[in-house]
């Protein structure tokens, strides 16, 4: 079993839609979740943090953590062509001390 | 700040040369991270280090790979000699650690290797 796992997609929605984009992981000690972005040939870039249990809104978009289920997930509201892109899940935990990735899921905003 | 800067950005080599990656991270940063990206294995993390010392090395494939840190602002990654396996995108990441932001990482250009 993979620490983080994501579905790969690609997951397809329509200009305006809201994307939701899920995430599961294993490790009960990791203690923060974030998710990040990634363009074609670019680096990851921080998108948004999430420490406790709940939603935490920034903008368009929304991260939910529910550490019962072991489960987070991220929504984009009127999703736009230009947040196109892969969005990738990580895990910290402070005992391990390591930030572990998912293999993220690729949106495709179609116009 | 001129963020995290990795050299080369391109690297094309051929099988059992020895390969060394170079970062820069940002500066007032105290850890730096090494992962790897491949379509088929996605984001790994190969080796971290705290104030220089490396913390974790486990995700380091095998003995062909090492990195070192002399000071808070520069890192390498070696490997030699390398393997077409090798192939992937090498990342260099830095943070500034404390309480609750240990995960907020700043990623580099990362340098595609291609190896021969």
């Known amino acids: 079993q993979k620490e983080v796992e994501q579905n790969s997609g690609p997951l397809s929605v329509p200009e305006g839609a809201i994307a939701s984009l899920n995430c599961t992981y294993s490790?009960?000690?990791?203690?923060?979740f974030f998710w990040y972005r990634q363009y074609s040939g670019k680096s990851p870039e921080l998108i948004m943090s999430?420490?406790?249990?709940g939603d935490k809104e920034d903008g368009r978009f929304t991260a939910q953590l529910n550490k019962a289920s072991q489960y987070v997930s991220l929504l984009i509201r009127d999703s736009q062509p230009s947040d196109s892109a892969t969005y990738l899940c990580?895990?910290?935990?402070?005992?391990?001390?390591?930030?572990?990735f998912g293999q993220g899921t690729t949106l495709q905003v179609k116009p | 700040d001129a963020g995290v800067i990795q050299s080369p950005r391109h690297e094309v080599t051929e099988m059992g040369q020895e390969v060394t990656l170079r970062c820069k991270p940002i500066?007032?940063?105290?850890?730096l991270f090494w992962y790897r990206q491949t379509m088929m294995r996605g984001l790994e993390l190969l080796i971290y280090?705290?104030?220089?010392?490396?913390?974790?090395d486990s995700g380091m494939p095998e003995d062909r790979f090492s990195a070192k840190m002399p000071n808070a602002s520069f890192s390498t990654l070696k490997i030699q000699p390398s393997e077409p396996r090798d192939s992937a995108v090498y990342f260099c990441?830095?943070?500034?650690?404390?309480?609750?932001?240990?995960?907020?990482?700043?990623f580099g250009e990362g340098s595609r290797l291609t190896v021969l």
């Open positions: 990580a895990a910290y935990s402070s005992n391990t001390g390591k930030l572990i």
């Open positions: 500066s007032g940063h105290n850890s």
């Open positions: 990441a830095s943070s500034l650690r404390r309480s609750g932001s240990a995960g907020e990482l700043f």
């Open positions: 999430i420490y406790s249990n």
């Open positions: 280090f705290n104030n220089n010392v490396p913390i974790d």
């Open positions: 490790d009960r000690g990791s203690q923060s």
